[in-house]
């Protein structure tokens, strides 16, 4: 299994506390929901503008074909908009040309069966077939275990993709990990349990611009 490239990943460390949440506008419902901030949305901002540039790069110099970005929602939303965002502005200011992007949001469920079949049921596409001979772009929030993305690799390669390659914002360390490592990874944070920017704990936390650790407050307080 490759490694992870440190060279092209921001590695925050088991024993970083973060910064303290009184110093940036955090929503008053969640002031004492949340441990200090692991990262600031503006260094988030910071990343995915790199990530958008080594992925338009990529593709660019593979010949300038169009890729398909598909989205996993509903974690992955925030991240996909905004790296999107950061791509389409190099597709109009780069002299040289530009990369076609087309977009899906996809959701991902178990079959039944799963253990057995080492596949997921992908919801949101009518016809995977139409995957047929294109260069994918995964847009995923966070790899916990790599387990369910094994799976939906697994999934893709009977729909003859062209590539595909998988960009997401966290890749936390932990020793439940299949040892999967994207293609692009903005973060690489550890094994502690985080929300905002569209991470979520029992559907809160959405709106929370920055990411942090959930509080056992926070825990308690949206528990259902």
């Keep these: 299994m ?45 990343r995915i503008e790199k ?27 925030k991240f996909f908009s905004d790296l999107l965002d950061k791509v389409n ?26 253990s057995s079949s080492g596949e997921v049921n992908i919801i949101g596409l009518d016809n995977l077939d139409c995957l047929e001979g294109k260069n994918i772009l995964i847009v995923e929030d966070i790899i916990d275990t790599g387990k369910t993305m094994n799976k939906l690799l697994n999934t893709l390669e009977k729909y003859k993709t062209k590539s595909v390659k998988v960009a997401c914002l966290l890749r936390k360390r932990t020793p439940l990990s299949s040892g999967y490592i994207p293609d692009y990874v903005g973060f690489e944070i550890p094994d502690k349990f985080v929300v905002g920017y569209a991470l979520d704990y029992n559907e809160y936390f959405r709106d929370l611009l920055h990411i ?6 926070g825990i308690e307080k949206y528990k259902v």
């Design 212 to 217: 942090c650790v959930i509080s056992q407050k």
């Design 51 to 77: 990530l958008a540039r080594d992925i338009f790069y990529d593709f660019y110099n593979q010949g300038k074909e169009p890729v398909h970005a598909i989205c996993v929602l509903k974690g992955g939303y």
């Design 89 to 114: 502005a190099l597709n109009s200011n780069h002299a040289d040309g530009s990369v076609p992007m087309s977009v899906d949001f996809i959701r991902l469920k178990s079959y039944e069966n799963l």
């Design 2 to 46: 490759a490694s992870l490239d440190l060279d092209r990943v921001v590695k925050i460390s088991d024993d970083y506390e973060g910064l303290p949440t009184h110093l940036f506008c955090v929503p008053k419902h969640y002031e004492d929901c949340v441990g200090n901030i692991l990262i600031t949305h503006g260094t988030i901002q910071d």
